[in-house]
């Protein structure tokens, strides 16, 4: 048992088991790619706490980003927060070999990086070195060969999207083409502003965390802006005074 209990829809008052989760945050059945973007974030709004979001997190906010990893084909990441963050490859452990046996998927995600400028993308970061299979790399003509072939070396599918900067709709149809149709995408802001801005955001998890941080952190979506998009209410759940909840974006709400 979870701990976390169901309360939208309306449901039993019981605590949700793990297949009750999964249920809920399995990706649905078809051939067209889906993207869903998972954030933490204080009850004031705050995206991290010195430096990084693992002080925001909370014991049912972790169940629910294993839950993406674990029932994705991909984790989509931009480079700086794969660096702040300390990612590496997604790795095996038993919970994770025995859902993903169930739903049918390969044995472990790939993670792919976003990085239009390679700056934040050292070769021997983690997120290339420490892996299970080859991370793949998105990225753009501007950054030098040098660098781009010595995240090859490191072992990095390297994929060029853009001239200047990544061409995200690119990059979600070249996942596509390779099968990684169930897209959990981990952030950092900037990369979740032009996913949405690219009209290529599908979900929102969004957890709000038990806490008041204050301060100048930043919000869960940074960009140039863009028409407000309308959210629907898909879940929320509940644990440990966090509160889980998924929306489905939709269209832009003006005009």
């Known amino acids: 048992m979870t701990g976390i209990q169901q309360i939208f829809p309306a449901g039993d008052a019981g605590p949700l088991t793990t ?17 869903a973007v998972n954030f933490v974030s204080s009850a004031d709004g705050a995206v991290e706490v010195e ?8 014991p049912p906010d972790r169940v629910v980003l294993d839950l993406g990893t674990d029932l994705a084909d991909v984790v989509l990441v931009a480079a700086g927060t794969a660096t702040s963050e300390g990612f590496t490859g997604v790795k095996h452990n038993d919970r994770m070999d025995d859902r993903r046996r169930r739903f049918g998927l390969a044995g472990v995600p790939v993670t792919a990086v976003v990085t239009s ?14 892996t299970l299979v080859p991370t793949i790399v998105f990225t753009c ?8 072939d010595r995240w090859s070396d490191a ?14 709709g690119a990059a979600v149809a070249e996942l596509q083409r390779r099968g990684l149709r ?16 690219a009209g290529l955001v599908d979900e929102l998890r969004l957890t709000v965390a038990p806490f008041l941080v204050s301060g100048g952190a930043g919000r869960i979506a940074r960009g140039a802006g863009m028409d407000p998009a309308r959210l629907e209410l898909l879940s929320v759940v509940t644990g440990d005074d966090t509160l889980l909840i998924r929306y489905r974006v939709g269209d832009s709400a003006a005009g």
């Open 19 to 35: 297949e009750d989760l999964e249920r809920l945050y399995a990706y649905p059945d078809g051939t067209g790619v889906r993207v």
């Open 51 to 58: 430096g990084g979001s693992a002080g925001l997190s909370t």
């Open 117 to 130: 400028s390679g700056r934040s993308l050292d070769p021997s970061a983690p997120v290339l070195t420490d």
């Open 141 to 148: 003509e501007s950054v030098s060969a040098g660098l781009r």
């Open 155 to 168: 072992g990095a599918d390297v994929v060029l999207t853009g001239d200047g900067a990544v061409d995200l």
């Open 182 to 197: 169930r897209v959990n995408c981990m952030g950092g802001p900037a990369l979740f502003g032009s996913l949405a801005e």
